[in-house]
């Protein structure tokens, strides 16, 4: 299989920042999402058969699916694929016929962007044109955060898929993730740029220690909500709430509801500066929340506070924090766009002298959502 063949379909899926926000989508609070316009290309071709064939050019690996034997693989980035599959076939049985499908990606692997929802939505929507399925976006976005949940082990909430499919050009989405509401907020930043240094890090707790911080979030709920019956998630606690339980709560779960119920009310304070175009509460906003990220909810890594720290001697930078699921991947950085090059070259040197790695900066633009290619 090779990117020359001819192909039924083209999709274009990308992957997403969050300017804020963090960890708030299972707890049922408000995040900042976008698209962005770096993409994972997905060629689709019916092949007649009852078997699925999907080659990666990025690691240069191919696999075939039986559609009468959908099993669970030992390597990771097929259950992607095969828990979408799956999925489809419990909404619409046998809809899923025998395709090809070739995969390009210029999203960075590992760096917070959410390269895996961009995969499960992109498979989705080429899945749902090529043989007109009919599933709506919301059905998409279901089925791809069930499949990472169910065939990958990743208890996500619903932000990075929504945003995926919901992304819109220019438009941050303030979204619910308690009630998918969302709505659309224009970007202006002004002189100020969004650019992301990725730390080329991943440490293995990622995975692991995301599911443990949604069950430590789920023992501060039980024990509030014994209370306090009327609240059905944390982000609904306010942090004066909170401080009631200080002494009921072991220290780590408290720290854990802490930085939840205040990091859902900076994702509604950002707004607010943004409305008002007040890009330097914004920035404060992003630091707060990096500091949270880091102190109480034990997500960051030596990386990242690194990273964060340093951009603070500058005034030209408004604002940063790390981004994603944590213990690796990017920092968020908000940025004046004459000094972008000079900082890249400076804390990239920096970066380099204490950890011996190379950093990576991404520039990037937000765009829209996963799309096919017309």
């Not at 499908?101 to 959410?114: E, R």
């Not at 709505?183 to 995975?207: P, Q, R």
């Not at 854990?256 to 900076?266: G, M, T, V």
């Amino acid at each position: 299989m090779n990117k020359n063949d001819s192909y039924d379909l083209v999709i274009k899926s990308p992957g997403r920042i969050n300017l804020i926000g963090e960890h708030v989508d299972y707890n049922g609070g408000h995040a900042l999402p976008a698209a962005i316009d770096k993409v994972i290309t997905l060629k689709f071709k019916k092949n007649n058969s009852n078997d699925v064939t999907v080659y990666s050019k990025n690691i240069d690996s191919q696999f075939t699916i039986d559609l009468a034997n959908l099993n669970r693989s030992n390597i990771e980035w097929h259950n992607y694929i095969i828990g979408v599959i799956y999925y489809i076939n419990v909404l619409k049985p046998k809809s899923v016929q025998g395709f090809n499908c070739y995969i390009d990606s210029n999203l960075p692997l590992g760096s917070g962007v959410s390269s895996s929802a961009a995969l499960e939505c992109g498979i989705a929507k080429g899945i749902n044109e090529l043989f007109n399925i009919g599933l709506t976006d919301t059905e998409i976005i279901n089925l791809s955060k069930d499949a990472e949940h169910t065939m990958v082990g990743t208890k996500c909430g619903i932000m990075d898929q929504f945003t995926v499919v919901k992304g819109k050009k220019d438009h941050l989405l303030l979204l619910n993730c308690k009630t998918s509401e969302h709505e659309t907020i224009k970007v202006d930043f002004g002189d100020y740029k969004l650019v992301l240094l990725n730390t080329n890090v991943s440490h293995n707790l990622a995975t692991s220690e995301y599911n443990v911080r949604r069950s430590e979030c789920e023992i501060a709920m039980k024990t509030i909500g014994a209370k306090y019956n009327d609240l059905d998630y944390l982000c609904d606690v306010k942090p004066e709430v909170v401080k009631e339980f200080k002494n009921l709560l072991p220290e780590k779960i408290y720290n854990r509801a802490l930085y939840i119920s205040k990091e859902n009310q900076r994702t509604l304070k950002a707004v607010e500066a943004i409305n008002r175009k007040d890009l330097n509460t914004l920035g404060e906003l992003l630091y707060k929340s990096h500091e949270g990220l880091s102190t109480l909810y034990e997500v960051s890594c030596e990386e990242l506070d690194f990273l964060v720290k340093y951009t603070k001697k500058f005034d030209q930078i408004l604002g940063a924090r790390m981004m994603g699921g944590g213990f690796g991947g990017c920092t968020i950085n908000l940025i004046h766009k004459d000094f972008v090059e000079d900082l890249i070259e400076e804390i990239s040197n920096a970066y380099r002298n204490q950890f011996s790695i190379d950093l990576t900066p991404i520039a990037i633009h937000i765009g829209d959502g996963v799309k096919k290619q017309s």
